[in-house]
């Protein structure tokens, strides 16, 4: 398998523009997470899915933000509009079924938003 | 969630031990302590698990005392690349699987 593949791998941006986020999980495995990372706020749990299903998105941080999963191989996080403040590598991890903690983490997207 | 607290960071040398310790004081029966590694510009990596006493595979050791308190994550004969951040997370492995990530510790591993 090729593992979590994420696209794009960077992307730059206006304010107030739409900002789509794709992940592709590992085949199989049936928990999907969003993180996002800054040097100020570390490592944050954004949302995570169990079989498709959104558990928990608290660490949603405002409506502009929305994740999807339409299926078991697909999941996109969107923002809109964007803010400079939204500025953060963008990761999305895997694992094999729902409370296993071996995750896999894919390159991430790095988004700059100008 | 219990919640962690590790070091801040660490420096070593090539070819010592390393041990980097997380304490995890309200930790609850039913929680697993994990260990991911991250590399500068990647996604965090799993590196171990355990639930009590040790637990080695071909990357590091686990040491958990019997009152799970806190556990020692544990890198033998490090080189240049175990420079990283590394991260302690407790939870529950059944039911809610939500992984939360703390500040990690930086391990720098200098000649």
């Known amino acids: 398998d090729a593992g979590v593949i994420q696209s794009p791998r960077h992307e730059v941006t206006e304010m107030g523009q739409e900002v789509t986020l794709r992940c592709k999980p590992i085949?199989?495995?049936?928990?999907l997470f969003w993180y996002r990372q800054t040097m100020m706020r570390g490592l944050e749990l954004l949302i995570y899915?169990?079989?498709?299903?959104?558990?928990?998105d608290s660490g949603m941080p405002e409506d502009r933000f929305s994740a999807k999963m339409p299926n078991a191989s697909f999941s996109t996080l969107k923002i809109q509009p964007s803010e400079p403040r939204d500025s953060a590598v963008y990761f999305c991890?895997?694992?094999?079924?729902?409370?296993?903690?071996?995750?896999?983490f894919g390159q991430g997207t790095r988004l700059t938003v100008v | 969630l219990a919640k962690t607290t590790q070091p801040i960071s660490m420096d070593s040398y090539e070819g010592q031990e390393v041990n980097i310790t997380c304490s995890h004081n309200?930790?609850?029966?039913?929680?697993?302590i994990t260990w991911y590694q991250q590399f500068p510009s990647q996604g965090p990596r799993f590196i171990i698990q355990?639930?009590?006493t040790k637990v080695t595979n071909e990357v590091a050791s686990l040491f958990i005392p019997a009152d799970r308190k806190s556990s020692t994550l544990s890198l033998p004969r490090v080189s240049l690349s175990d420079t990283a951040v590394y991260y302690c997370?407790?939870?529950?492995?059944?039911?809610?699987?939500?992984?939360?990530f703390g500040t990690g510790t930086q391990l720098k591993v200098e000649l």
């Open positions: 085949s199989g495995h049936n928990s």
């Open positions: 309200n930790i609850a029966t039913n929680d697993y």
């Open positions: 991890a895997s694992s094999l079924r729902p409370g296993y903690h071996e995750a896999f």
């Open positions: 355990g639930y009590k």
């Open positions: 997370l407790v939870g529950e492995t059944g039911g809610g699987n939500k992984l939360t």
């Open positions: 899915f169990n079989n498709n299903v959104p558990i928990d």
